[in-house]
Nanobody, 127 residues
Framework: QVQLVESGGGLVQAGDSLRLSCAASGRTFSNYAMGWFRQAPGKEREFVAAISWSGGNTYYSDSVKGRFTISRDNAKNTVYLQMNSLKPEDTAVYVC????????????????????WGQGTQVTVSS
């Protein structure tokens, strides 16, 4: 059982950076793969990034590859999403999720693969 709480969102200008954090409660954090998804108004939920339970494998959507970095600190029960070179198209509610670890990008990019979800944090990027 995992509870997830995101933080770090805000209003920034294009080209700026933000670091999102997802703090997990419970003592099983290190056993879960973690993912970040986002959803903009009028659009369906979109996969952003994921990281395996050990942190040894990371996955990114093409839209954020090279700009975003996902990492985790199991000692702190926290996963991060470092977002650089932000674009207006990145504007969305960002949600973190926890699920069973895998070795498939298809698995990680599928929302139904995750058992636990946070409430989300708003990221708004102005032009």
């Amino acid at each position: 059982q995992v509870q997830l709480v995101e933080s770090g969102g805000g209003l920034v200008q294009a080209g700026d950076s933000l670091r999102l954090s997802c703090a997990a409660s419970g003592r099983t954090f290190s056993n879960y793969a973690m993912g970040w998804f986002r959803q903009a108004p009028g659009k369906e939920r979109e996969f952003v990034a994921a990281i395996s339970w050990s942190g040894g494998n990371t996955y990114y959507s093409d839209s954020v590859k090279g700009r975003f970095t996902i990492s985790r600190d199991n000692a702190k029960n926290t996963v991060y999403l470092q977002m650089n070179s932000l674009k207006p198209e990145d504007t969305a509610v960002y949600v973190c999720a926890a699920g069973r670890t895998s070795y498939s990008i298809t698995y990680y990019a599928t929302g139904s693969s995750y058992a636990y979800w946070g409430q989300g944090t708003q990221v708004t990027v102005s032009s």
